[in-house]
């Protein structure tokens, strides 16, 4: 009787886990949110969501109006997307595709309504 060494489906490597702690948090928005960010003092913050702030080391960030941050992009998938350890590591690094319900909305909704300003008489 012979057993499989094959590593199960929510195992990652230590290589894997070290590739995720060092995403660019900065490309990471840009590329998956489609959001602006732009250099702010002595950090980073996003265009959309101004209360969303990147460090300096382009890794850390804080959600102030969420009361939310972290050390890295894992930290990021995990309390705004909703992932496990597994989930974000694999996703950020393109390991697999994920389709996530994010705890948070992360787009901001339009306020702006069209209103026909000449009626049809």
């Given at each position: 009787m012979s057993y499989s060494k094959s590593k199960p489906s929510n195992y990652?490597?230590?290589e894997?886990?070290?590739r995720a702690r060092n995403?660019?948090?900065v490309e990471f928005l840009e590329?998956?949110?489609?959001f602006s960010v732009k250099k702010s003092g002595n950090g980073?913050?996003?265009d959309v969501h101004d209360s969303l702030f990147i460090t300096n080391d382009r890794k850390g960030w804080y959600w102030n109006s969420r009361d939310?941050?972290?050390n890295n992009a894992i930290a990021f998938c995990m309390k705004i997307y909703g992932q496990s350890f597994t989930e974000a590591v694999k996703s950020l690094c393109g390991d697999i595709q994920m389709e996530y319900s994010p705890k948070y909305n992360t787009k901001k909704k339009s306020s702006e309504e069209k209103i026909d300003m000449h009626p049809k008489s």
């Open positions: 990652v490597t230590k894997q886990i070290e995403v660019d948090m590329r998956t949110e489609g980073y913050r996003c939310e941050g972290g």
